[in-house]
């Protein structure tokens, strides 16, 4: 049984930071490629940044500059180091891979807000 569980969002100003990780259990960690996800409400998840395997990254064009993921394989880890934060950063933390998704854990919620 694979278990998901993100931790470190927060209430944050803009322009703050935040540090979102990701721990995973039950699972061969390091052969997968891992995502962050987001849902905003009333929106649909959406991939945010992703890493692969043997550590390329990717991001969606709104977060580029902003957003660095990254990974422990020794500690079974996601991170995802978020500056620079914006209003519509608001959203729900997910982490997962990038198809045929383990259980979703409970998310972490960012709220960026003055």
């Known amino acids: 049984q694979v278990h998901l569980v993100e931790s470190g969002g927060g209430l944050v100003q803009p322009g703050g930071s935040l540090r979102l990780s990701c721990a995973v259990s039950?699972?061969?960690?390091?052969?997968?490629?891992w995502g962050w996800y987001r849902q905003a409400p009333g929106k649909q998840r959406e991939l945010v940044a992703h890493?692969?395997?043997?550590?390329?990254?990717n991001y969606i064009d709104s977060v580029k500059g902003r957003f660095t993921i990254s990974r422990d394989n020794a500690e079974n880890t996601v991170y995802l180091q978020m500056n620079s934060l914006k209003y519509e950063d608001t959203a729900v933390y997910y982490c997962?891979?990038?198809?045929?998704?383990?259980?979703w854990g409970q998310g972490t919620q960012v709220t960026v807000s003055s």
């Open positions: 890493i692969a395997s043997g550590g390329y990254r």
């Open positions: 997962n891979v990038l198809s045929n998704f383990w259980p």
């Open positions: 039950g699972s061969d960690f390091s052969i997968y490629a």
